[in-house]
């Protein structure tokens, strides 16, 4: 197990159209979460899994979009009807316990909407 | 609440000289903090992290940082800058019973000129 994998690395999509984005985690790590980057800023959460419960949603999240991580392993992250304020980097990180030790971010999903 | 402020966009370095990115904070009860360094189009990678403990935190990639409870900052150093030093760094924090939850700053860019 190499780190946490993101796919796709790159989406670009019309506006109004639903994409989908992947992530698997590290096997051991039972916490998984989701930021959100646009350019010229740092990372801003978006919700956390422990293993398979999602903990925490952040007001970022619209009713657009939804996150599962059904069987507390891999992670999707949906939006539908996609709009062009939703363009930017979405980034899954992973960890072990509580969190509070840092953890191991994948290379994210870049999210052009054109 | 907590929030993160790094207040410089950017900071220009010789190569050879020591560096220093500023980060100051605010969170209620015990800080957890953390650099991370991004390079272009790539998630982030951890560089270090203050739990507890020796003020004094050392890193990866001969970084270090020094954790001023009075002064509620946590700069990020290196006694002498390499120009594949240059990239963006990010100072995090989270808070106790944040579900590990990171708030990031703005991201500070070091330039490394040879």
């Known amino acids: 197990d190499t780190g946490v994998s993101q796919d796709p690395r790159h989406k670009i999509t019309k506006r109004g159209q639903n994409v989908t984005f992947r992530c698997d985690p590290i096997?051991?790590?039972?916490?998984l979460y989701w930021y959100r980057q646009t350019l010229g800023q740092g990372p801003e959460f978006l919700t956390y899994?422990?293993?398979?419960?999602?903990?925490?949603k952040s007001r970022l999240l619209s009713d657009r979009f939804s996150a599962e991580r059904p069987k507390g392993s891999f992670s999707t992250l949906e939006i539908q009807r996609t709009e062009q304020g939703d363009s930017a980097m979405y980034l899954c990180?992973?960890?072990?316990?509580?969190?509070?030790?840092?953890?191991?971010f994948g290379s994210g999903t870049r999210l052009t909407v054109v | 609440a907590q929030s993160v402020a790094q207040p410089e966009d950017q900071v220009n370095v010789a190569e050879g000289n020591p560096l220093t990115v500023k980060c100051t904070y605010s969170?209620?009860?015990?800080?957890?903090l953390f650099w991370y360094v991004q390079y272009p189009n790539r998630g982030l990678q951890f560089l270090l992290k203050?739990?507890?403990?020796?003020?004094l935190v050392k890193g990866s990639y001969g970084f270090e940082a020094e954790f001023n409870k009075s002064q509620t900052s946590f700069h990020l150093k290196k006694p002498s800058a390499l120009v594949s030093d240059s990239a963006l760094y990010f100072c995090?924090?989270?808070?106790?019973?944040?579900?590990?939850?990171?708030?990031f700053g703005q991201g500070t860019e070091l330039s490394v000129k040879p």
């Open positions: 899994f422990q293993n398979e419960a999602q903990l925490e």
């Open positions: 995090a924090v989270s808070g106790d019973n944040q579900g590990g939850k990171l708030i």
């Open positions: 990180a992973s960890t072990e316990g509580a969190g509070n030790y840092g953890y191991t």
């Open positions: 096997s051991e790590h039972n916490r």
């Open positions: 969170v209620s009860g015990n800080p957890y």
């Open positions: 203050y739990i507890t403990g020796d003020n």
